[in-house]
């Protein structure tokens, strides 16, 4: 009997195994490859960087598909965000000492140091903030706001609004006009791609609201990195 009950197993192992290995060779080449693609990526899932591979691309297509384009939509600005990339607005010292160094440009639009105390970001803003920018009317654009504009050569400038006045122009009527600078800079930047003296409306993208400090870094970072790899290849 025993040696019967061994037989019946071993001849049930047999038929399950030739079922199974007539299976497999029935299976097309495309089901075949469903397998190993199955196999692989449960194989790669099981290993973290390949979640965080996944997380940073979900945080990609989430940031520039579904944010930007929400924020451009209820901020009204085609640039909705901005990092702040140079030390032009930076103070260093406290207020008082800051002021004293840098009043001239300003009392000479008659800005003075209570008024200086009133405007946004009185500190002035750092490299690697974060800022959110909304759309104005030039009307609405106060002396003392944080002007998001572009150069001639489209590069995003972050500056103060020292000025605001409005020209008649003979092919366009009366048309505002801005004046900005740099809290850490003693004089506007006039040059051929940029004047800030004379801002027209079309190259405003917007003003600055508020902020979230130090979160735009890595974005400074890979600029600088960027910016050394450009020089080594000059």
Known sequence: MPGTAVRICLGLFLILKNRGGAYFQKMTKKDKLKKLLKTSIQKLWKHETTKWIVAIILAFIIWNLILIPSLRFL??????????????????????????????????????????????????????????????KPEDIQVGDILIFETKQEELIIHR???????????????????????NHYVSI????LDETR????????????????????KVWLYRIKEKIKEKIN
Request: hydrophobic share 30%; aromatic share 16%; glycine share 8%.
């Open 161 to 183: 609004t020292i000025n605001k006045w409005i020209e008649d122009s003979p092919n366009f009527g009366d048309r505002y006009l801005f004046q900005t600078k740099g809290d």
């Open 75 to 136: 901020n009204k600005s085609p640039t909705p965000i901005v990092t702040i990339m140079t030390n032009s607005m930076e103070h260093y010292v406290e207020f008082d000492d800051w002021w004293v160094r840098h009043k001239g440009p300003y009392t000479e639009k008659e800005i003075t140091k209570e008024n200086f105390t009133t405007f946004p970001y009185v500190n002035g803003l750092n490299v690697g903030d974060m800022i959110f920018v909304i759309g104005k």
């Open 199 to 218: 801002i027209p409306i079309q190259r405003i993208k917007g003003v600055g609201t508020f902020r979230i400090r130090y979160i735009g870094m890595p």
């Open 190 to 193: 006039q040059q051929y791609y």
